[in-house]
């Protein structure tokens, strides 16, 4: 079997653990026909643009892309490549699994939650302008369509994965017609699924319930911002951002991409952990219906976690991302 497959390297660490991933997949009985495209800082300086239409046109071929993290300028410069990525082929479901791995530094033992993004609309749609010089404003959108889809996807996943509850998150107390409407819609759409416990909690309250018993919450399904914020907040509960996974779902397009950052504070350096690369190309594998291939590699790079000598620097040790991506084929084979 062979895949053509869009690959963005990212920015700052991107290169480093999308390279380590690719590595591994390369190893494995597949063929995998990579698409090498670049987006972010680097394409600014080469094509003038940080989402040239190449990139464009080559996730429409191929349906599918594995994506290192790009930076997005802060406060000014250009829109987010991620969000422009999302929108543009609307990929509506951003699914981030959260899991306690054994052998991995954490503060928590039996975290196992789903966080299922709203991944089109709400802040993210960027409609925000200056009113004067001493004013901004900035619009939430939230709409019944993408609300449903988002809320069914969420249970048909927790069916598919055999869940037992769905947390709806929500700020409705204050916002009572944008989050208003997402929660009515999560309602209704929870009457379709009886066989699934469906429950609701406002987000401030859901941070602190998910420091103080993470492993009480199953299915999180939310808004984009709550979504983006909640993310790295359960990131933090089992290791740090360089463990989490994520893919960005839409009818008939996916990209696969870690939920960290490009991390330039560690870029360069063969510093970064790839495990949520890695775990996030095992997602694209699930997806693709490669699912032996997919467990193998997860069994492998559980094993590596497991031994004190493969310890990347957030988890207190000093393997580089290259050698722990080979110790990762090791154990593969
Ligand atoms: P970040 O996720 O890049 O880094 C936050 C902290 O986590 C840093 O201390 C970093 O060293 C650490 N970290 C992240 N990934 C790691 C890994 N694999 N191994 C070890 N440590 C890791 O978040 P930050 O600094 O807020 O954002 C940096 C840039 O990344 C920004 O331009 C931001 O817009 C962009 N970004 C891009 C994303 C994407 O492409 N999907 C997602 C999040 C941020």
């Not at 987000?203 to 914020?229: H, Q, R």
Request: hydrophobic share 40%.
């Amino acid at each position: 079997m062979s895949y053509d497959v869009t690959l963005i390297l990212g920015d700052g660490i991107g290169p480093e653990v999308i390279n380590a991933t690719k590595l591994i997949l390369d190893s494995c009985p597949i063929k995998f026909n990579w698409d090498i495209v670049e987006a972010g800082e680097s394409s600014i300086k080469k094509y003038g643009t940080p989402l040239p239409q190449n990139v464009i046109d080559s996730i429409n071929r191929n349906k599918i892309a594995l994506k290192g993290p790009v930076t997005t300028p802060i406060g000014t410069g250009f829109k987010s490549v991620n969000v422009t990525l999302r929108q543009t082929f609307d990929l509506y479901a951003n699914i981030r699994p959260v899991k306690t791995i054994a052998g991995v530094p954490s503060k928590y033992d039996n975290v196992n939650l789903i966080i299922v993004r709203e991944n089109s609309e709400d802040l993210y749609k960027g409609i925000e302008h200056m009113v004067g010089d001493d004013a901004a404003e900035s619009i939430k959108i939230i709409t019944r369509k993408a609300s449903e889809r988002i809320v069914d996807f969420a249970f048909n996943l927790a069916v598919k994965e055999k869940r037992k509850k769905v947390t709806s998150v929500h700020k409705a107390n204050i916002m009572k017609c944008t989050d208003g409407l997402f929660l009515n819609c999560s309602r209704k759409v929870a009457q379709n699924y009886p066989e699934i416990v469906y429950e609701e909690m406002i987000v401030d309250a859901m941070s602190m319930k998910l420091v103080m018993s993470p492993e009480k919450y199953d299915v999180l399904v939310m808004p984009n911002l709550y979504g983006d914020i909640l993310s790295d907040l359960a990131a933090g509960l089992v290791g740090g951002l360089g463990m989490v996974p994520g893919a960005n779902i839409g009818n008939d397009i996916a990209i696969f991409e870690p939920v960290h950052g490009s991390a330039p504070d560690i870029a360069g350096q063969n510093k970064a952990n790839p495990t949520a690369a890695i775990l996030s190309s095992v997602m694209m594998l699930r997806y693709l219906g490669e699912l032996d291939i997919a467990d193998s590699i997860e069994n492998a790079l559980n094993l590596v976690l497991k031994q004190e000598e493969y310890k990347t620097f957030d988890m207190g040790g000093n393997t580089g991302t290259i050698e722990f991506a080979k110790a990762v084929i090791k154990e593969l084979k």
